[in-house]
């Protein structure tokens, strides 16, 4: 049988799909094989990456030029096929953008860029992204973005909390997320989109490791 | 084949907070102009476009503000289109 590989897709702008990739491979011994966005046939890869960066400029809306790559087409049957889906940071918006989670990322309240660790709730372990014991602890993961802040509508908040698809939540608000949500599930639990960097808190010397988990899952058959 | 100049306004919903509209009416108040009561920032898109009528036009500027110019989660848009 052919190694489980990871596929990281690299878009004009991408920057943080070598750390991924690095994360993947050095940390947890996971196969990567990078992805340029005009790819079509996501064939051979087993689980999928969107890295953080600034793809396209995020000229017009973060993530909103992204949608209309021949990758990003090929990702709604990726999707349905049932293969996991991680959206780091701008892979988080173009998952909002092209319509694979509700909602959608705006700037910061504070008009910042944020670069900081923050302290995370864990709320729901749907899809198995996170576990029980990190939902008794919390984890802390970095992230780096002026566009963070997660919004949606009253309608949508609630499908969200009644059908358990926050993940993570700030436990202090950097940003002004609407119900201090920093990561949400799709309902099949196979697509997992979060502001924060889990492949910057892969090794105790860069100052963690509570991001393994996340990656680690994408494993999960 | 007439020519048709439409322009394009989006707006953040009212619902979403505008931090930068906030900090230019902050902004303006420092520059002594009173009255100010709300100061919002959205986007203008000018566009040029060729086509039989202008309900045509209407269906393809539509198309292009639902998909692309505005994400309807955040964000309305308007347009004006006129016969150049």
Same mark, same amino acid.
């Given at each position: 049988?052919?190694?489980?590989?990871v596929?990281?897709? +690299? *878009?004009?702008? @991408?920057?943080c &799909?070598?750390?991924?990739?690095?994360a993947l491979?050095?940390s947890?011994d996971i196969?990567?094989?990078?992805?340029?966005?005009e790819?079509?046939?996501?064939?051979? +890869? &087993?689980?999928?990456? /969107?890295?953080g960066? *600034? @793809?396209?400029g =995020?000229? /017009?809306?973060c993530?909103?030029?992204? !949608?209309f790559?021949?990758?990003i087409?090929?990702?709604h049957d990726?999707?349905? @096929?049932?293969?996991r +889906?991680?959206?780091?940071?701008?892979g988080f918006?173009?998952?909002?953008?092209?319509?694979?989670?509700?909602?959608?990322? +705006?700037?910061?309240?504070?008009?910042?860029f944020?670069? =900081?660790?923050?302290?995370?709730? #864990?709320i729901?372990?749907?899809?198995g992204?996170?576990?029980?014991?990190h939902?008794?602890?919390?984890?802390?993961?970095?992230?780096?973005?002026?566009?963070?802040?997660?919004?949606? &509508?009253?309608?949508? /908040?609630k499908?969200?909390?009644?059908n358990?698809?926050?993940?993570?939540r700030? !436990?202090?608000?950097?940003?002004?997320?609407?119900f201090d949500?920093?990561g949400?599930?799709?309902?099949?639990?196979? #697509?997992?989109?979060l502001?924060?960097?889990?492949e !910057?808190?892969?090794d105790?010397?860069?100052?963690?490791?509570d991001?393994?988990?996340?990656?680690?899952?994408?494993?999960?058959? | 084949?007439d020519?048709?100049?439409?322009?394009?306004?989006?707006?953040?919903?009212?619902?979403v907070l505008?931090?930068?509209?906030?900090a230019?009416?902050s902004a303006?108040?420092?520059?002594?102009?009173?009255?100010i009561?709300?100061?919002?920032?959205?986007?203008?898109i000018?566009?040029?476009?060729?086509?039989?009528t202008?309900?045509?036009v209407?269906?393809?500027? $539509?198309?292009?503000? $639902?998909?692309?110019?505005?994400?309807t989660?955040?964000?309305?848009?308007e347009?004006?289109?006129?016969k150049i």
């Amino acid at each position: 049988m052919e190694s489980f590989t990871v596929g990281i897709v +690299v *878009f004009p702008g @991408s920057n943080c &799909d070598r750390d991924v990739s690095w994360a993947l491979e050095a940390s947890l011994d996971i196969k990567t094989k990078y992805l340029w966005h005009e790819a079509s046939d996501l064939g051979d +890869v &087993d689980a999928i990456v /969107l890295p953080g960066g *600034f @793809s396209y400029g =995020d000229y /017009l809306r973060c993530g909103a030029i992204a !949608r209309f790559s021949p990758l990003i087409n090929a990702l709604h049957d990726f999707v349905k @096929s049932g293969r996991r +889906v991680l959206g780091i940071c701008n892979g988080f918006q173009i998952l909002t953008e092209s319509g694979f989670l509700p909602g959608a990322l +705006v700037a910061n309240k504070n008009l910042n860029f944020i670069c =900081d660790d923050v302290e995370l709730d #864990v709320i729901s372990t749907k899809g198995g992204w996170l576990n029980t014991e990190h939902q008794e602890k919390g984890i802390k993961l970095p992230i780096a973005h002026g566009e963070g802040r997660y919004h949606c &509508d009253q309608d949508t /908040l609630k499908k969200l909390i009644d059908n358990e698809l926050i993940a993570i939540r700030y !436990r202090n608000n950097p940003n002004g997320s609407t119900f201090d949500i920093a990561g949400i599930t799709n309902k099949q639990g196979n #697509v997992f989109g979060l502001m924060p960097h889990p492949e !910057r808190a892969c090794d105790e010397t860069i100052g963690g490791t509570d991001g393994l988990y996340t990656l680690k899952a994408l494993i999960i058959n | 084949m007439d020519q048709f100049s439409v322009k394009v306004f989006i707006r953040l919903r009212p619902s979403v907070l505008d931090p930068a509209g906030e900090a230019t009416k902050s902004a303006s108040n420092k520059l002594g102009i009173e009255g100010i009561k709300s100061l919002r920032i959205g986007k203008m898109i000018e566009v040029k476009i060729e086509s039989e009528t202008e309900n045509d036009v209407r269906e393809k500027i $539509d198309l292009l503000c $639902d998909r692309l110019f505005a994400n309807t989660v955040i964000e309305d848009y308007e347009y004006s289109i006129e016969k150049i």
